[in-house]
């Protein structure tokens, strides 16, 4: 069996378990007769999802038809598939899935304690417009976030503990600038990202000209030097984690450098400085 064959055979098996689990009363149909297997049948869920019974077989069989995300849509909706099944659904039929789209719930305490466990190494928690949401004790010592802008691009283009290691910031300044947009592009309707491109577009000339370039980059792992007040360069390996149980946060990670002393510094600031 080839994938592509593998791929249709899922496909099947995926959308009549999907039906049999939706009744004729859930989805506003009369319950008719005594019916042989559970849930709509085909001829329903085509009507239902506006396209033509002999089509939505053809779909169901996996035959090689052209699929439309339009109408994946309505089928996603008449069998009331969640956003997982959803884009499960597109990866089967042969399109790429759309962008998750979020879960706007509160911060919980899970989260917290997910951060909290990377202790005694920083680590933030950043929405989809890189806004700080939540932070470690190791991360409130070592950057200050106390005092750290709201917005961690707008930090890393004004604040001056990045600024001053001018070398260093040159250097990695494209590659956030490059990973912000691949970030951006997965949010196409989040206002507060705009905001933020817009207000640097204004206020920052580095930010502008290298937004103008259009340069796309995954965030990988980058290397971040840090002028903290008290213990002086820190140097850090940072990671940027997505979380699939929440796509619209985002988990950083900030691993001291090896072959530095600023593990060193941080445990000195989490048993010795006051609070900054």
Same mark, same amino acid.
């Given at each position: 069996?080839?994938? /592509?064959?593998? @791929?249709?055979?899922? %496909? !099947?098996?995926?959308? =009549?378990?999907?039906? +049999?689990? &939706? *009744? $004729?009363?859930?989805?506003?149909?009369?319950?008719? /007769?005594?019916? @042989?297997?559970?849930? %709509? !049948?085909?001829?329903? =869920?085509?009507?239902? +999802?506006? &396209? *033509? $019974?002999?089509?939505?077989?053809?779909?169901?069989? /996996?035959?090689?038809?052209?699929?439309?995300?339009?109408?994946?849509?309505?089928?996603?909706?008449?069998?009331?598939?969640?956003?997982?099944?959803?884009?499960?659904?597109?990866?089967?039929?042969?399109?790429?899935?759309?962008?998750?789209?979020?879960?706007?719930?509160?911060?919980?305490?899970?989260?917290?304690?997910?951060?909290?466990?990377?202790?005694?190494?920083?680590?933030?928690?950043?929405?989809?417009?890189?806004?700080?949401?939540?932070?470690?004790?190791?991360?409130?010592?070592?950057?200050?976030?106390?005092?750290?802008?709201?917005?961690?691009?707008?930090?890393?283009?004004?604040?001056?503990?990045?600024?001053?290691?001018?070398?260093?910031?040159?250097?990695?300044?494209?590659?956030?600038?490059?990973?912000?947009?691949?970030?951006?592009?997965?949010?196409?309707?989040?206002?507060?990202?705009?905001?933020?491109?817009?207000?640097?577009?204004?206020?920052?000339?580095?930010?502008?000209?290298?937004?103008?370039?259009?340069?796309?980059?995954?965030?990988?792992?980058?290397?971040?030097?840090?002028?903290?007040?008290?213990?002086?360069?820190?140097?850090?390996?940072?990671?940027?984690?997505?979380?699939?149980?929440?796509?619209?946060?985002?988990?950083?990670?900030?691993?001291?450098?090896?072959?530095?002393?600023?593990?060193?510094?941080?445990?000195?600031?989490?048993?010795?400085?006051?609070?900054?």
């Amino acid at each position: 069996m080839t994938p /592509g064959e593998g @791929r249709r055979r899922d %496909l !099947r098996d995926f959308l =009549v378990s999907r039906r +049999a689990r &939706v *009744s $004729p009363a859930s989805a506003g149909l009369p319950a008719g /007769g005594r019916r @042989r297997t559970p849930g %709509l !049948r085909r001829e329903e =869920v085509a009507v239902l +999802a506006g &396209v *033509s $019974p002999g089509w939505y077989q053809w779909l169901e069989q /996996g035959r090689e038809i052209n699929v439309s995300a339009q109408v994946l849509d309505a089928v996603a909706r008449v069998l009331r598939l969640d956003e997982a099944e959803r884009r499960h659904l597109y990866t089967l039929a042969g399109l790429n899935p759309p962008p998750p789209t979020g879960h706007p719930h509160a911060y919980c305490d899970g989260l917290q304690r997910l951060i909290e466990a990377w202790d005694p190494k920083p680590a933030t928690m950043l929405d989809a417009s890189w806004n700080h949401v939540a932070w470690n004790e190791s991360a409130r010592l070592a950057l200050d976030m106390a005092q750290a802008e709201r917005n961690c691009l707008v930090g890393f283009f004004h604040d001056p503990r990045f600024r001053c290691r001018e070398r260093a910031w040159q250097d990695l300044a494209p590659t956030v600038v490059a990973a912000f947009r691949a970030a951006a592009a997965e949010q196409p309707r989040d206002h507060d990202i705009h905001d933020v491109v817009s207000t640097l577009g204004l206020t920052s000339p580095e930010f502008a000209r290298l937004w103008a370039r259009q340069d796309v980059q995954a965030a990988g792992i980058w290397i971040n030097e840090v002028d903290h007040p008290v213990v002086g360069t820190l140097t850090f390996e940072s990671s940027h984690m997505r979380l699939p149980a929440r796509p619209d946060l985002i988990m950083v990670l900030y691993n001291p450098l090896p072959g530095t002393d600023t593990a060193d510094k941080i445990a000195w600031l989490r048993t010795t400085a006051a609070p900054l």
